[in-house]
T-cell receptor, first 117, second 112 residues
Framework: AQKVTQAQTEISVVEKEDVTLDCVYE???????LFWYKQPPSGELVFLIR??????QNEISGRYSWNFQKSTSSFNFTITASQVVDSAVYFC??????????????FGTGTRLTIIP | DTAVSQTPKYLVTQMGNDKSIKCEQN?????MYWYKQDSKKFLKIMFS???????INETVPNRFSPKSPDKAHLNLHINSLELGDSAVYFC???????????FGQGTRLTVV
């Protein structure tokens, strides 16, 4: 069975600080996918990134960066120079290889990030 | 243009009623899903359809019945609504070989 753990329930930081959101996963599959989604106060779920299990390269997109480490089963998300608009609930998710409708996202419980102006 | 759209956005209804939520995607994706987010923000898959065929059917009460008239539409009908059905229901879609799902804005269902 697959499992995603986001141990940080809530984090508050002052604007412009850097913040890292932790994600630890469990799966028996050798091929799997990891995701981060953002849920702002307006409620929609916004896809941020997908990493494949065979690609451990870290990724940077503007102020966002992701660190994937298979050795520790972690997929952490760092926001640099945080802004008030980053305030949201962030979900880490895992999907095992399936295809044709068989991919189901297993979500972590989310981390509520509040950026204090 | 909205990629995945759900209607209605809010739904307030009495216990015992039957209600439907509609979902449409214009992304040309082959797979559509229903997810439920409970009051603690926990997200869990309910169903998935691939090209109108039911693929995933998690342990959901029989009162919930999805229907996919074509691969761009996936509706959710709920019979005999109960207080515990109150939640936000998200529709999503994805393309084969690209497992990231794109979500609609959610339907907040409140059963009173």
């Amino acid at each position: 069975a697959q499992k995603v753990t986001q141990a940080q329930t809530e984090i508050s930081v002052v604007e412009k600080e850097d913040v890292t959101l932790d994600c630890v996963y469990e799966t028996r599959d050798t091929t799997y996918y990891l995701f981060w989604y953002k849920q702002p106060p307006s409620g929609e779920l916004v896809f941020l990134i997908r990493r494949n299990s065979f690609d451990e390269q870290n990724e940077i997109s503007g102020r966002y960066s992701w660190n994937f480490q298979k050795s520790t089963s972690s997929f952490n998300f760092t926001i640099t120079a945080s802004q008030v608009v980053d305030s949201a609930v962030y979900f880490c998710a895992l999907s095992e290889e399936g295809g044709f409708g068989n991919e189901k996202l297993t979500f972590g419980t989310g981390t509520r990030l509040t950026i204090i102006p | 243009d909205t990629a995945v759209s759900q209607t209605p956005k809010y739904l307030v209804t009495q216990m015992g009623n039957d209600k439907s939520i509609k979902c449409e995607q214009n992304l040309g994706h082959d797979t559509m899903y229903w997810y439920k987010q409970d009051s603690k923000k926990f997200l869990k898959i309910m169903f998935s359809y691939n090209n109108k065929e039911l693929i995933i059917n998690e342990t959901v009460p029989n009162r919930f019945s999805p229907k996919s008239p074509d691969k761009a539409h996936l509706n959710l009908h709920i019979n005999s609504l109960e207080l515990g059905d109150s939640a936000v229901y998200f529709c999503a879609s994805s393309q084969d070989l690209y497992p990231e799902a794109f979500f609609g804005q959610g339907t907040r269902l409140t059963v009173v």
